[in-house]
């Protein structure tokens, strides 16, 4: 089984910044994949971004538009996702997920197995 743990967000204003942290533990061998999704009220689960956990491949979802950056620290089995200029649309709760599959490309909440708590980001205007 694998354990993650999101953290890191809070009460921004707009154009701030915020970094996310996932921490992994249990059996960190078994996936290979970590993503980030988003979850504003009355919406549904939304792609952010993912990275393949030994070779680094990114992707983003299209709203990103080079505001986000999502990276890992191997050795401490943590990822992370750095957001700049956030908007008030930004506002959601963010979860940290991770995927047996590897591939960079996984955008769709079904294709990862764990999943962290979440971790609410309120972007103020």
């Known amino acids: 089984q694998v354990h993650l743990v999101d953290s890191g967000g809070g009460l921004v204003q707009a154009g701030g910044s915020l970094t996310l942290s996932c921490n992994a533990s249990?059996?960190?061998?078994?996936?290979?994949?970590m993503g980030w999704f988003r979850q504003a009220p009355g919406k549904e689960r939304e792609f952010v971004a993912a990275i393949t956990w030994s070779g680094g491949s990114s992707s983003y979802g299209d709203f990103v538009k080079g505001r986000f950056t999502i990276s890992k620290a191997s050795a401490v089995d943590t990822g992370y996702l750095q957001m700049n200029s956030l908007k008030p649309e930004d506002t959601a709760i963010y979860y940290c997920?991770?995927?047996?599959?590897?591939?960079?490309?996984?955008?769709?909440?079904?294709?990862?197995?764990?999943w962290g708590q979440g971790t609410q980001v309120t972007v103020s205007s």
């Open positions: 249990g059996r960190t061998d078994s996936w290979y994949t």
């Open positions: 997920a991770a995927s047996i599959r590897y591939a960079p490309r996984l955008q769709r909440a079904g294709e990862y197995d764990f």
